[in-house]
């Protein structure tokens, strides 16, 4: 009897030809990109460094696309960008201590937003690991102990065979739900050192599937069908496993009015009937999703954001589907179901029954008309019309990518993303700089579409020197910088605590005129001219700035009373 596991591979008469003759002059990096082309990457983002330059040189004899950044975080945004808008695991190539930790604050937005990073770092000569003080350039004690509580895995490699393996292992570890940033490090003498194994050509890293389980969902069908007032609230993991159109069937099976993350964005059409798009700091939503007698959550763990800073009280049974184990039951208890949103909601679609409810549709209208009043009480006819001003100018189906800035917490709740995967921001984590970088990315993994970032003053200074990146590759980005002379919202929250803000105003330069600097057109715009400017800006090939002065006020919170 022959089992899966006696099954051998023959190699065939030309790999065993190769793998008697390999191609001279190779050396460890040879090993990390041959991997990484026989795993199916494309394209690699970083930064060079003393210790890396095995891997760098390797570049040149490989197929790979490089896209080289100018700050290691950038390179890490860019990365976390390429893996949402594509799904697969972004290389980000990083040399030891200062380029490697540098890179801390993108793998942080990465692991909180699910992004899948395979972070490739240089380490120290294999006899300086250990802890030992050996006096290194770049030398830590421990230096994967930095990035441990970071990203979903870490693995040390400390000889050339173990590289395609420990390579592979993470990158299985990126994308197995829930997706995440993974590290790997190499020791510099192993890079560098000439190896005389064979290409690397058959690699297997198939993330495995996180199936649900069914006694779960069969209750969880039962409980949904026999709802008088479902509701769903639909988050992140839904784009992720790019379940959004199984989430559309099960809430018109069920009649069940939806309600969309700030990360979940574009995981349910903003204009349906059921939909209550993502006013998710509104008493008004939140009284309503209280009022569900069975809540389905899905791909969202209900933390601060989607909770209304932890204001919701659900009164019904709660049912929560979520990759990641850590955020079951994490704040509110439920009927917790550990699966992949798309095979979980698979499953509830076998079993659910039609759930007829003619007045679901009447009462997101009226929430979102309760919702609307609440905003047009408060005289931000500005903010709404700059927004509105963004919205005609993208394209649909344009991705966008959001800084933390006043305009982008006005977009979490107030902007159409008009697709699905095509809104994103840094609001997993809560970085500054991360719109610019993040945009590239984006662009260098879909070329065919302009890409748009959006950023205050205070956060486009985070990731200017990109705008030398953008130039250099040709991304057909458009970089929107609101200009209030400061930290906006840090401003408007001392304010609001305090009485008056401190360190927060900021000189700041010509944004214009630093972008032409670059070679980058430049154009300085009003509340008025903006769509013209941005539609014009969108539709012209390669990178452009537009500047906009304008000082945004945020509407209203709620949690607070």
């Known amino acids: 009897m022959t089992h899966d596991h006696d099954l051998v591979l023959r190699p065939s008469a030309a790999q065993t030809e190769a793998a008697l003759n390999p191609p001279p002059g190779r050396n460890g990096g040879d090993l990390v990109v041959e991997t990484l082309s026989g795993l199916g990457a494309t394209t690699v983002f970083g930064l060079p460094g003393q210790h890396a330059l095995g891997m760098f040189d390797a570049l040149r004899r490989s197929s790979l696309r490089y896209i080289g950044l100018r700050v290691e975080n950038n390179a890490g945004f860019a990365a976390d960008a390429y893996g949402r808008i594509t799904g697969e695991a972004a290389p980000l190539l990083l040399s030891t201590g200062p380029g490697a930790l540098t890179s801390l604050a993108a793998l942080q937005e990465a692991r909180a937003a699910s992004a899948p990073v395979l972070a490739i770092s240089s380490q120290v000569p294999t006899a ?9 350039l770049h030398e830590l004690p421990d230096q994967q102990a930095s990035f441990r509580g970071v990203v979903k895995s870490v693995h040390t490699v400390r000889t050339q065979s173990q590289i395609p393996s420990a ?46 389980r069914p006694e779960l969902t069969a209750l969880a069908a039962h409980l949904l069908s026999s709802a008088a007032r479902p509701a769903i609230i639909a988050g992140g993991g839904v784009v992720r496993s790019d379940a959004s159109g199984k989430l ?31 006013w998710l700091e509104d008493r008004h939503t939140t009284d309503f999703l209280e009022d569900a007698d069975v809540l389905l959550v899905v791909g969202s763990g209900l933390g601060e954001l989607s909770s209304n800073y932890h204001t919701f009280k659900p009164r019904g049974r709660v049912i929560q589907i979520e990759a990641d184990l850590g955020k079951l039951e994490s704040n509110h208890p439920a009927l917790g179901i550990h ?23 009447e009462r997101v209208s009226a929430v979102l008309a309760r919702v609307a009043e609440r905003i047009a009480a408060q005289e931000l006819t500005l903010e709404q019309d700059v927004l509105a001003s963004v919205r005609r100018a993208l394209p649909a189906g344009s991705p966008s990518f959001w800084d933390m800035t006043i305009l982008a917490y006005w977009a979490w709740s107030a902007f159409d993303p008009r697709g699905k995967n095509t809104m994103h921001s840094a609001q997993g984590a809560g970085g500054l700089g991360y719109g610019f970088p993040a945009a590239l990315g984006a662009a260098a993994a879909d070329p065919t579409r302009p890409v748009l970032a959006v950023s205050g003053d205070g956060g486009a200074l985070y990731s200017i020197a990109e705008l030398a990146t953008a130039r250099q590759y040709g991304l057909n980005v458009t970089w929107l910088i609101v200009d209030d002379g400061g930290y906006g919202i840090l401003r408007e929250y001392m304010t609001d605590a305090f009485g008056q803000a401190t360190a927060t105003e900021l000189a700041r330069p010509d944004y214009v005129a630093l972008a032409e600097s670059f070679g980058v057109p430049g154009v300085l715009t009003t509340p008025g001219t903006l769509e013209e400017d941005l539609t014009r800006a969108l539709a012209a090939p390669g990178p452009s700035v537009v500047v906009l002065p304008a000082l945004l006020r945020m509407f209203e919170a709620t949690h607070l009373g």
Do not use: C
Request: hydrophobic content about 45%.
């Open 167 to 212: 390579i592979a292992a993470a990158w299985e570890s990126a994308l197995t739900a829930p997706h995440g940033p993974v590290w790997v490090e190499i020791p510099q003498d192993v890079l560098l050192a000439e190896t005389h194994l064979p290409q690397v050509t058959a690699m297997d890293a198939t993330p495995e599937d996180l199936v649900p």
């Open 128 to 136: 300086g690991l250990g802890g030992g003080r050996h006096g290194y």
């Open 248 to 278: 559309k069937s099960l809430a018109e099976r069920l009649n069940a009015p939806v309600v969309t993350t700030f990360g979940g964005k574009g995981a349910f059409p903003w204009t349906h009937p059921l939909s209550l798009q993502s």
């Open 339 to 361: 699966a992949d949103a798309r095979l979980a909601l698979s499953a509830l679609l076998e079993t659910v029954g039609e759930r007829p409810d003619p007045s679901a549709a």
